[in-house]
Nanobody, 121 residues
Framework: VQLQAYGGGLVQAGGSLRLSCAASGDVFDISVMGWHRQAPGKQRELVAAVRSGITYYADSVKGRFTISRDNAKNTVYLQMNSLKPEDTAVYYC?????????????????WGQGTQVTVSS
């Protein structure tokens, strides 16, 4: 499975960005898709994940970020609104075969390349 992420960039605080991630290869092996992020000097954290319409969000992004998935296109999206400087990080698209939505980054089988999101104050 290969994951290709798009959509990072620079935005002012309060602005919006939309990340996309397209999966290719043995996509039938994928159950959960989501996004981790890693900010400088901080641990990597699961931001959001989705499986069969069930979603998970980190407390820090609830109400601001929305994850969605288009199974026909094997693509997952992360709509990020009301962005804050603390959302600045490298965002990684992830996927796993297990049906369990795990917050542990070492439990994800597939990783895309990171995409930088920078929010200026």
């Amino acid at each position: 499975v290969q994951l290709q992420a798009y959509g990072g960039g620079l935005v002012q605080a309060g602005g919006s960005l939309r990340l996309s991630c397209a999966a290719s290869g043995d996509v039938f092996d994928i159950s959960v898709m989501g996004w981790h992020r890693q900010a400088p000097g901080k641990q990597r954290e699961l931001v959001a994940a989705v499986r069969s319409g069930i979603t998970y969000y980190a407390d820090s992004v609830k109400g601001r970020f929305t994850i969605s998935r288009d199974n026909a296109k094997n693509t997952v999206y992360l709509q990020m609104n009301s962005l804050k400087p603390e959302d600045t990080a490298v965002y990684y698209c992830v996927a796993r075969s297990s049906v369990v939505v795990s917050a542990r980054d070492n439990e994800y089988d597939y990783w895309g390349q990171g995409t930088q999101v920078t929010v200026s104050s």
